[in-house]
């Protein structure tokens, strides 16, 4: 994501801070924003997946997603299912 920062900084293409620029381009819908903006004008030419994975932005919502598999697959009595409830809330 710092790469992305860097590069559109440079271009003069963004002008606030990089803590302002994950703020502002973190959430999914804000970051497919970013990608049509820059794909429309031919500044990145592959795919919203590649965009994502290159970036650096789909790494969170992957982390909370593997976490939930293993958490899923760990625990099956209701005991567990309890904690596995508790471990959620924590994501």
Excluded: H
Excluded at 22 to 37: I, N, R, V
Excluded at 45 to 71: D, H, P, R
Aim: glycine content about 4%.
């Amino acid at each position: 994501m710092e790469e992305l920062y860097n590069a559109l900084v440079e271009q003069g293409k963004y002008t606030k801070s990089f803590e302002d620029f994950k703020a502002q381009f973190s959430a999914p819908e804000k970051t497919k924003m970013l990608y049509e903006s820059l794909n429309s004008s031919g500044d990145y030419t592959k795919s919203f997946e590649n965009f994502t994975s290159q970036f650096g932005f789909a790494e969170k919502k992957k982390i909370k997603s593997i976490l939930l598999q293993v958490v899923k697959r760990k625990l099956r009595n209701p005991l567990q299912k309890r904690k596995q409830f508790l471990a959620l809330r924590i994501l």
